[in-house]
Nanobody
Framework: QVQLVESGGGLVQPGGSLRLSCAASGSIFSIYDYDMGWYRQAPGKQRELVAHITSSIIPTYANSVKGRFTISRDNAKNTVYLQMNSLKPEDTAVYYC????????????WGQGTQVTVSS
């Protein structure tokens, strides 16, 4: 079974930056062939996909983060990253990674997520 472990969150002031990491592991598993994505869930809101990177390294972003967030991947390390710049209070949420598949996700078990809080 695939395990997803997110890290790198924290408390940051508006305008600040954070870099999130998502390490994927499991027996005989590689993210090489999969699209990967970063999701976030704010209190009282549904989980949303904010950044998506295809297996051929093509990124797409939600309008709310475009120009501020950058998704990348290191297939050799089975790791996906999210560089977040110019953070805003509305970016406050728990951030998760998974593999987008149609309107759902490939991996049934989500990781614990990493909390990002943007506040002065």
């Amino acid at each position: 079974q695939v395990q997803l472990v997110e890290s790198g969150g924290g408390l940051v002031q508006p305008g600040g930056s954070l870099r999130l990491s998502c390490a994927a592991s499991g027996s005989i598993f590689s993210i090489y062939d999969y699209d990967m994505g970063w999701y976030r869930q704010a209190p009282g809101k549904q989980r949303e996909l904010v950044a998506h990177i295809t297996s051929s390294i093509i990124p797409t972003y939600a309008n709310s983060v475009k120009g501020r967030f950058t998704i990348s991947r290191d297939n050799a390390k089975n790791t996906v990253y999210l560089q977040m710049n110019s953070l805003k209070p509305e970016d406050t949420a728990v951030y998760y990674c998974n593999a987008p598949l149609g309107t759902g996700v490939r991996f049934e078990r989500w990781g614990q997520g990493t909390q990002v809080t943007v506040s002065s």
